[in-house]
């Protein structure tokens, strides 16, 4: 074998491991540099003055179709639909619930709470909480 032609493999040798080796490289980066994982939307809070439903909105079915009862967990909206669920926080307390009744409310008021709910959220008359839909 000439020596031109063992320094020419040489050089290919050396010129393959470089590029080999300048793979590597970029791979490794660009694991490292991976973007990542995009996150949904961020969750909306709401803020809405709230009461608690009269003891008379009681023992009665409501225009969703259930009757209220000292246990029920739910909230009464004048435009959501029945069965949306929602989430309402007071502090450092939030509660998963939903539309039990569509009902006008008054005096400010943009709904209207049961008094299970008020009661778990630690809701006592008028008070402005936290909602957002749950998903």
Sequence with gaps: MSPALLQRQAALAAAALLATLGVLALRDRSEAAAPLVPRGPAVRWESA?????????????????????SGTLGVAHPVLPCGVDLVLSLGSMEVRTEVVDQTPVGGGREFDLTQA???????????????????
Excluded: N
């Design 117 to 135: 709910l008020a009661d778990e959220l630690g809701v006592q008359g008028r008070e402005t909480i936290r909602w957002r839909f749950a998903g």
């Design 49 to 69: 003055i709230v009461g608690v439903l009269r003891p008379e909105a009681y023992a009665r079915a409501t225009t969703c179709g259930t009757t209220l009862d």
